[in-house]
């Protein structure tokens, strides 16, 4: 799993952050109540495979896969909660009403405990995934700003990482293609929907890698997904943007690395979304000075649930102009995996049993067409523990 810490300056930041909040240092602080909520919420797409809204209706059966998701006494009060429900003759709760459930009973998910809040806000080492979530809470754009660099060249050497190391380079090649074509035709804004966050997940790692391949530089994706940002008006958008980042940090940043801003429009109608493109992106672009060693780049995501925009931006010469779509890659076929495992197996220093095909075919056989299922197969084939397979439910998070 691995653990971090905030550095001196990001302790700073941090303390800041949470003082502006209004949140407090002890155990009755707010932050472990509404941490645990946005981890509760992470947890409902993971299980759903979809992202959730507040009357989204949650099962018995779904609870209590989700239950798994607290700690130790938090779980018993889920079941009895569960209890409660089923004596009520109450199939399905929302989401909505499961997080009042959760700052009433005062209820945390796994990690996120008063010791781990202290440890966070003294810049002591706590796992990994706490140290995120409670930075997602923070609304610190990227977490890696407040971490302190792990040392020599920040390279996570466990066998969980070269894995995914290797499986970002799976095929993808139409996608591929397309996204080198634009922008050697200076295109930076590029569309991807899809229902199924791992699939989505994996392509995105995939057209990461290949751009810093292409161009040797590292991307640096900044995450504007957050209900937050959703609910902002263009103009609130773009104010609260060039305030985290001003220009001269953007052209500091790509200097050195690519910027991948990655944006959820779920909530975006179509004259929105023009505005996202008119308002926002192209002053932003057009602020760049002619030359830059690294490239600015937007991923717009969406989840392909019926929004106004689908089937209507084409015909949009702006959104045309200046948006291009990168269509899902499922289902996969077995050359396409067959061509990933060998240098999976590389990575992990790991020979296969047999012909890559051969393994391909049984992999996508037991995966019954399920990006997530696929996932977990090629897990278990090079024997490699899933403690953080979340890495694959979301981009840029891991």
């Not at 909040?21 to 993971?46: M, R």
Request: include cysteine; charge should be positive.
């Amino acid at each position: 799993m691995g653990k971090i810490k905030a550095s001196r300056e990001g302790i700073k930041q941090i303390n800041s952050d949470r003082e502006a909040k209004g949140w407090t240092k002890d155990q009755n602080s707010e932050a472990l109540i509404i941490t645990s909520q946005q981890e509760f919420k992470k947890a409902v797409d993971e299980i759903l495979l979809t992202q959730s809204v507040d009357n989204t209706l949650l099962t018995i059966e779904q609870l209590e896969k989700l239950a798994d998701f607290f700690t130790t006494n938090a779980k018993n009060a889920v079941f009895k909660c569960i209890s409660k429900l089923l004596k009520e003759k109450t199939q399905k709760i929302t989401i909505a009403h499961f997080l009042q459930i959760i700052e009433s009973e005062d209820l945390h998910t796994k990690g996120i405990t008063y010791i781990n809040w202290q440890k966070f806000l003294q810049g002591k080492e706590i796992d990994k995934p706490v140290f995120i979530a409670f930075c997602d809470a923070l609304e610190i754009e990227d977490w890696r700003d407040v971490a302190e660099a792990r040392p020599i060249d920040s390279k996570d050497n466990t066998k969980q990482a070269r894995l995914v190391e290797g499986l970002s380079l799976f095929n993808h090649q139409k996608q591929v293609n397309l996204l080198l074509e634009k922008l050697a035709n200076g295109n930076r804004a590029f569309l991807v929907a899809n229902p199924c966050h791992y699939s989505r997940t994996w392509m995105l790692r995939r057209l990461e890698s290949e751009i810093s391949a292409n161009i040797k530089l590292k991307c640096k994706p900044i995450s504007l997904q957050r209900s937050l940002y959703s609910s902002l008006g263009i103009g609130e958008l773009k104010a609260h943007f060039e305030e985290k980042y001003l220009p001269t940090k953007i052209i500091n940043i790509l200097k050195q690395e690519h910027i991948v801003i990655v944006f959820d429009i779920d909530s975006y109608d179509l004259q929105r979304l023009e505005q996202l493109i008119v308002e926002f992106w192209q002053p932003l672009v057009s602020n760049l000075p002619p030359k830059t060693p690294g490239m600015l780049l937007m991923f717009l995501l969406a989840t392909n649930r019926g929004n106004d925009w689908q089937g209507k931006w084409q015909n949009n010469p702006t959104l045309c102009k200046h948006m291009t779509e990168l269509l899902p890659a499922n289902p996969f076929q077995p050359e396409d995996v067959a061509q990933v495992l060998p240098k999976v197996a590389l990575q992990l220093r790991k020979p296969l049993s047999e012909p890559a095909l051969d393994i391909a075919h049984s992999l996508i056989q037991k995966s019954q067409g399920k990006t997530d299922k696929l996932l977990q197969e090629i897990y278990r084939y090079f024997e490699c523990r899933t403690t953080e397979f979340s890495v694959w439910q979301r981009y840029p998070h891991f």
